[in-house]
């Protein structure tokens, strides 16, 4: 048990939707990261909060949006959900914003879109 | 780009017999290279993290290396419950990590 919580772990929706997935970082860390990982494209890093603030942005669709709340837990929202937004989707966190390569990931929510 | 590139896809192996596992890598300002394992419908898990040329780690029937240009995860004597996905990642001016495809690795027994 790696101490981050990502719920929900599945999740099937229609096009066009929107969805919201949660994480919950390991107590203390400030530091969470969100990632998609599909067959075709291996694990894409999308954005990184830091104690509230966005501190790294990667491959994030403008349709995707995410936060991070004063109690540290962070969502991430997908609207005008596409076939292709099917994947797995993996929160990390970190104690620190330095990104050292020591990321503590939740178990994933996967999502389907029909 | 900056790219990482694990090989082979997927290996089998024999309980016992011993291999390696290639992630090479051309970034601009390697910060890190950094190993995880990932098992079916989980997160991925880390193993290890080398800084510089010539470093080594190792943890049980693992051992990861880096050179220049690749990092090579060495596995001895693997038994079953060292298959898993390898994952090899970089970290780049940015502090952003780029993961590479992965290794599918089988061990039977």
């Known amino acids: 048990d790696s101490g981050v919580t990502q719920t929900p772990k599945h999740l099937i929706t229609a096009t066009g939707q929107r969805v919201t997935l949660r994480c919950s970082p390991r107590s203390g860390d400030l530091s969470v990261y969100w990632y998609q990982q599909s067959l075709d494209q291996g694990l894409q890093f999308l954005i990184q909060?830091?104690?509230?603030?966005?501190?790294a942005k990667g491959n994030i669709l403008e349709r995707f949006s995410a936060q991070q709340f004063p109690d540290l837990h962070s969502e991430l929202n997908l609207s005008s959900l596409e076939l292709g937004d099917s994947a797995l989707y993996f929160c990390?966190?970190?104690?620190?914003?330095?990104?050292?390569?020591?990321?503590?990931f939740g178990e994933g929510s996967r999502l389907t879109v029909l | 780009e900056d790219q990482v590139t694990q090989s082979p896809e997927a290996l089998r192996l024999q309980e016992g017999e011993s291999s390696s596992l290639n992630c090479s890598y051309t970034v601009s300002g390697l910060r890190g290279l950094f190993w995880y394992r990932q098992d079916p419908g989980k997160g991925p898990e880390f193993l290890f993290t080398l800084y510089s040329a010539g470093e080594e780690k190792e943890k049980e029937r693992l051992k990861a290396t880096l050179t220049k240009k690749e990092s090579f995860l060495h596995i001895t004597a693997p038994k079953p419950e060292d298959s898993a996905t390898y994952l090899c990642?970089?970290?780049?001016?940015?502090?952003?990590?780029?993961f590479g495809a992965g290794t599918i690795l089988r061990v039977k027994s």
């Open positions: 990390a966190s970190s104690v620190d914003s330095l990104n050292t390569g020591e990321l503590f």
């Open positions: 909060y830091y104690n509230g603030e966005e501190r």
């Open positions: 990642a970089v970290r780049e001016y940015g502090n952003k990590l780029v």
